[in-house]
């Protein structure tokens, strides 16, 4: 709930966009509206201009324009997933610069908890988690983060956005269950791809962003 209210807060960065000044008779969020979440840089909600009317809704999900607008980098690179068991962890992905990834991140079917660790020098192994579903709007992960999403019910579903490509010899990977960290991820899963298998601790990324 107090995210939600987060959300609606009117202080947040606006950018208005131009089919809201259509003369139509609904309910219209005329505007991208950009929320912190917790005390991490950068991280926050996207919420999308949304038209409502006796039919239901139709909302915008991506802008360019509107992105660059707010001083958000281009995305080029789209992924989708699909977790079929309740508990099963992926992550912690992140890529080293200078190809390090800033993400958007939504999930669209079921639920999960996305788990975020700052890995540049000065604020390293601060952390911040948030849980999502379908009616909750973009979550934008700046380049500097580690990320990662534990699914919280069978078959979840997730797509996310990259600011730049797949780059192998860049790809860094934290063990989600390092004792340095400072979560509990429960019910833990049991199924790990072979990457997340190879993750190493967090510690040992120190100095890299």
Request: hydrophobic share 40%; proline share 9%; with cysteine.
């Amino acid at each position: 709930m107090v995210l939600l209210e987060q959300r609606r807060n009117p202080t947040s960065p606006t950018l208005r966009h131009p089919f809201s000044s259509s003369g139509r008779a609904f309910m219209a969020t005329q505007e991208y509206r950009l929320t912190p979440i917790g005390d991490i840089e950068g991280l926050a909600w996207i919420s999308p201009p949304t038209m409502h009317d006796a039919r239901g809704w139709l909302s915008e999900l991506y802008s360019r324009d509107a992105f660059l607008a707010l001083r958000l980098p281009e995305f080029i690179h789209e992924i989708a997933s699909r977790t079929k068991t309740r508990g099963v962890v992926r992550g912690l992905h992140f890529q080293t610069p200078p190809m390090n990834q800033a993400k958007l991140f939504r999930v669209v079917k079921g639920r999960a908890r996305i788990a975020v660790l700052d890995l540049r020098s000065e604020n390293f192994g601060a952390w911040a988690t948030v849980d999502a579903g379908p009616d909750d709007p973009w979550i934008y992960i700046p380049d500097h983060l580690a990320q990662g999403f534990q699914a919280l019910q069978d078959d979840v579903e997730v797509v996310f956005k990259c600011s730049k490509t797949f780059a192998p010899n860049n790809l860094g990977q934290i063990a989600w269950d390092d004792p340095d960290l400072p979560w509990s991820l429960t019910p833990p899963g049991s199924l790990r791809s072979e990457r997340d298998a190879l993750s190493l601790p967090l510690f040992s990324w120190k100095g890299v962003f």
